[in-house]
């Protein structure tokens, strides 16, 4: 069952774009199969809409072009653009509609998220495009080296989001941010514009973009294609330019933040855990004693008693 989410998104979620802030909000999504035929004609949304379809192909028709989507593949339909979707065998497509720029006054009006091929006072909650946003545009079909990440991560994100509760949703909006940030550096890549500035300003350009990533599974492929390098390149370049490597640098600014998030009694260590990338407690909890010599429980107790002295 499909249900919105009125849970305001939280500062922990602002992310930096091309120029400027930028802040994912799923309204929802859904993962259940479609077992006939069906079509949505004529549709112009204000926010965007971003589908990975499984078990079967879609058609599309977008902006007067047409568009086969192959099982198994993602295509992103942006705000205001008339599109026309649909299976002539039904699929099973696993979809989120989301906001990037988030507003709260959409919410107070009824018809914000109206599907109709005009948008008459819809056009005040109209959200950026790729361009304004990422400073590149992205093509409707996601390119084949992102698909296999799109596939494994829409569901990922739809399943979280439908978890429930405020942790479900910024992990949700973080892995989605995450999942957008692969199409448009391969996007960036491919149009030949990471610029060739300096390592060390690409290096910490990259940095930036991962301190607000630090809660999903932002792993060093993540890391070194923000930069615009090959893993094998940029574990190389990094070491060369901070004497240390990208795991270790995510792992530290990981267990930073964790300890920054155990001052506050009100959140279970668990979800502590994974506030910084942490699901599994065990492994928060071994990984935080190899590094800090104490369980997070106990460091917890310990800043405790330290505040009380003060």
């Not at 979800?271 to 997070?296: E, K």
Request: hydrophobic content about 40%; overall charge positive; glycine content about 10%.
């Amino acid at each position: 069952m499909t249900r919105e989410a009125h849970i305001p998104p939280v500062p922990i979620l602002l992310m930096r774009a091309a120029d400027g802030p930028y802040c994912p909000y799923i309204h929802c999504g859904d993962d259940r199969p479609r077992q006939h035929p069906w079509s949505m004609p004529q549709r112009r949304l204000t926010h965007w809409l971003l589908v990975t379809s499984l078990e079967g192909e879609e058609r599309l028709r977008v902006a007067g072009v047409d568009v086969r989507v192959p099982s198994g593949s993602s295509y992103l339909i942006q705000p205001g653009v008339l599109a026309d979707i649909g299976s002539a065998t039904g699929n099973r497509p696993v979809w989120l509609h989301f906001d990037l720029m988030y507003d709260a006054k959409r919410a107070q009006h009824p018809d914000s998220g109206g599907y109709r091929d005009h948008l008459g006072e819809r056009a005040a909650f109209m959200q950026a495009d790729a361009m304004t946003v990422f400073g590149i545009e992205l093509a409707v079909l996601a390119p084949k080296a992102v698909q296999p990440l799109l596939r494994a991560g829409v569901i990922d994100v739809v399943r979280t989001w439908q978890g429930g509760g405020p942790l479900a949703q910024v992990q949700a909006a973080h892995r989605l941010s995450g999942l957008l940030l692969n199409w448009v550096a391969h996007a960036w890549r491919s149009e030949g514009m990471v610029p060739a500035t300096a390592p060390a300003a690409r290096i910490a350009r990259a940095e930036a973009l991962a301190r607000g990533q630090l809660g999903t599974d932002f792993d060093v492929d993540d890391f070194a294609a923000a930069a615009g390098y090959s893993r094998s390149r940029f574990c190389a370049v990094y070491q060369q330019v901070r004497g240390a490597s990208p795991g270790r640098w995510l792992r530290d600014e990981r267990l930073l933040l964790a300890e920054e998030l155990l001052v506050r009694p009100e959140l279970p260590v668990a979800s502590v855990g994974a506030m910084v990338g942490y699901p599994d407690p065990t492994v928060f909890g071994r990984v935080f004693r190899a590094h800090r010599g104490v369980t997070p429980g106990e460091w917890r107790r310990t800043a405790a008693r330290d505040r009380t002295k003060e």
